[in-house]
């Protein structure tokens, strides 16, 4: 059975910091990208930052670049998104997913942790 499971969201003031946490299981997690995808109030889910584990390569957006880091602990295979100097526009639901090696889309999903940042 594969499982992802998002947690650390919360409400924080604008310029605070919040840390997400995504634990998997149910797959070998060295072969796989994780990745974070957010979904604001009343828009279309959009990509965050994503990484392969294999060999620890970050992305990001460019709205969280500067102020998001994404990182991994291989031996609880977890996946970390540190989020600084939030804005009210990080205000979503964020999810992780997890990508196969060679697929063309992200194969599977977690349940997703509210973030809200106020001005």
């Known amino acids: 059975e594969v499982q992802l499971q998002a947690s650390g969201g919360g409400s924080v003031q604008a310029g605070g910091s919040l840390r997400l946490s995504c634990v998997v299981s149910?797959?070998?997690?060295?072969?796989?990208?994780i990745g974070w995808f957010r979904r604001a109030p009343g828009k279309e889910r959009e990509g965050v930052s994503c990484?392969?584990?294999?060999?620890?390569?970050?992305y990001y957006e460019n709205p969280v670049k500067g102020r998001f880091t994404i990182s991994s602990d291989n031996a609880r295979n977890t996946v970390y998104l540190q989020m600084n100097n939030l804005k009210p526009e990080d205000t979503a639901v964020y999810y992780c997913?997890?990508?196969?090696?060679?697929?063309?889309?992200?194969?599977?999903w977690g349940q997703g942790t509210q973030v809200t940042v106020s001005s």
């Open positions: 997913a997890a990508q196969k090696p060679y697929s063309a889309k992200w194969d599977y």
């Open positions: 149910g797959f070998t997690f060295d072969d796989y990208a």
């Open positions: 990484i392969n584990i294999g060999d620890g390569r970050p």
